[in-house]
C-alpha cells in the first residue's frame, strides 16, 4: 500500500493537476468495473480451497468452475468498457475526452479481475508469503514504471504502467499458483 501511494505521488507530480485528475477519473471507473467483474468469486474461492484442502478432485473443480466465471466476468465487463468507452467518458467527466484512456484500460479489468483470483488461490492454500510477494512485485514495479512511463508518454504513460503492473502480478500468480497445486 506504501508503494502505491508512493506511486500516486509520483504520477501526481509528474502529470500535473488536471492530467492527474484525468488518470484519477480512469483509475476510478476501472476499479469500479473489476469490482463487479469479480463479483465476490475471489472471498468465494478462498474459502472452498481453505475448506477442501484434502480433497484434490473437489479443488479442482471449485478452482476450476469459479476461475472460468471469473474470466468469463472479466472479459465481459473489459469488452464493455472497450466497446463503451466512449459512453463511460461522457458519464465520468461529460466529454469523451477520456475514451481513448478507457480503451487502453480496458484490459487491465481483465488483469485484475483473474489476478485478484489467481491471489485468493494463494490465501486458500494459506500461502501469505507468496501472496505478499507477488504484491509487492506489483506495486514495485508499478512504482517504478510511473517513475518513466509518464514523463515521455504523460497520461498515456501512467495508463501503460498501471496496465502492465497487473498484467506483470496476473502472469506472476498463475507461475506461483501452478507450482502450489501442481
Request: aromatic share 12%; glycine share 6%.
Given at each position: ?56 478432485h473437489q479443488l479442482g473443480v471449485y ?65 501469505f508469503k507468496n501472496s505478499a510477494m ?49
Amino acid at each position: 500500500r506504501i508503494l502505491m501511494f508512493v506511486a500516486n505521488i509520483i504520477v501526481s507530480r509528474i502529470l500535473g493537476r488536471e492530467a492527474y485528475g484525468q488518470y484519477s477519473s480512469v483509475t476510478s471507473t476501472v476499479n469500479l468495473f473489476v469490482l463487479f467483474s469479480g463479483m465476490g468469486i475471489a472471498s468465494t474461492l478462498t474459502h472452498y480451497i481453505a475448506a477442501s484442502k484434502d480433497d484434490d478432485h473437489q479443488l479442482g473443480v471449485y478452482i476450476g468452475t469459479l476461475s472460468r466465471i471469473c474470466v468469463a466476468f472479466s472479459a465481459l465487463f473489459s469488452l464493455a468498457l472497450l466497446l463503451l468507452s466512449n459512453q463511460v467518458s461522457y458519464l465520468s467527466t461529460g466529454t469523451a475526452a477520456l475514451a481513448h484512456y478507457f480503451r487502453i484500460v480496458s484490459l487491465a479489468i481483465f488483469f485484475s479481475s483473474m489476478s485478484s483470483v489467481e491471489q485468493s488461490i494463494m490465501v486458500g492454500f494459506e500461502k501469505f508469503k507468496n501472496s505478499a510477494m507477488v504484491q509487492l512485485v506489483r506495486c514495485g514495479l508499478f512504482c517504478v514504471l510511473n517513475c518513466f512511463l509518464p514523463r515521455k508518454y504523460g497520461i498515456n504513460g501512467a495508463i501503460y504502467a498501471l496496465l502492465i503492473a497487473h498484467a506483470v502480478q496476473y502472469v506472476i500468480s498463475v507461475i506461483v499458483n501452478r507450482r502450489i497445486y501442481a
